[in-house]
T-cell receptor
Framework: NAGVMQNPRHLVRRRGQEARLRCSPM?????VYWYRQLPEEGLKFMVY????????ESGMPKERFSAEFPKEGPSILRIQQVVRGDSAAYFC????????????????FGPGTRLTVL | QQPVQSPQAVILREGEDAVINCSSS?????VHWYRQKHGEAPVFLMI?????EQKGHEKISASFNEKKQQSSLYLTASQLSYSGTYFC????????????FGTGTSLTVIP
């Protein structure tokens, strides 16, 4: 049973270019989360998605960042016009559906994409 | 809204015990614990869903005090493999995004 897959593992972009990070959740998981981690820092929540639906994007910067989780295919985190401050590790996690009242189930993390902006 | 963990860092000798605390300023519904080794992805340890609940995972256990909005992770008879950064994740009781990872605790176990 394959775990959460992310690609690419390493991505180098020049300032002003676009970065696309992909995440394939574990089989049977319908929820995807994206986190950003700066070196030697903690995990910062960005967005929480179900297929074709953004549940919560309160952690996403208002500009340049967007995320989707289409009916078919992986979830994609897109960063437009990257700047040096976007350099970080971006982790995706997935979970099974969690029934009320709790909204957050055990999260399985992918290996991360390390983005470097030159 | 980010939960605060203490201590920030701890160094143990093999076989020693440690306690990592996680405190939130918000009312909590659940607390998650994860461990992340350097350069790797976080790995789930456990979820505590009810106030006062305690869970165990071999020599790693945790408690959740709902009234105090705190959780503690207990590592007993530490092993070298326990080294890493431990994060708590907290789920609040209100609406909207309520899940935040804590500030992290770096644990180093030495022979």
């Amino acid at each position: 049973n394959a775990g959460v897959m992310q690609n690419p593992r390493h991505l180098v972009r020049r300032r002003g270019q676009e970065a696309r990070l992909r995440c394939s959740p574990m089989k049977g998981h319908s929820h995807v989360y994206w986190y950003r981690q700066l070196p030697e820092e903690g995990l910062k929540f960005m967005v929480y998605l179900q297929k074709e639906n953004i549940i919560d994007e309160s952690g996403m910067p208002k500009e340049r960042f967007s995320a989707e989780f289409p009916k078919e295919g992986p979830s994609i985190l897109r960063i437009q016009q990257v700047v040096r401050g976007d350099s970080a590790a971006y982790f995706c996690a997935s979970s099974q559906y969690q029934s009320a009242p709790s909204s957050y189930n055990e999260q399985f993390f992918g290996p991360g994409t390390r983005l470097t902006v030159l | 809204q980010q939960p605060v963990q203490s201590p920030q860092a701890v160094i143990l000798r093999e076989g020693e015990d440690a306690v990592i605390n996680c405190s939130s300023s918000k009312a909590l519904y659940s607390v998650h614990w994860y461990r992340q080794k350097h350069g790797e992805a976080p790995v789930f340890l456990m979820i505590l869903l009810k106030g006062g609940e305690q869970k165990g995972h071999e020599k790693i256990s945790a408690s959740f005090n709902e009234k105090k909005q705190q959780s503690s992770l207990y590592l007993t008879a530490s092993q070298l493999s326990y080294s890493g950064t431990y994060f708590c994740g907290t789920e609040g009781t209100g609406t909207g995004n309520q899940f935040y990872f804590g500030t992290g605790t770096s644990l180093t176990v030495i022979p």
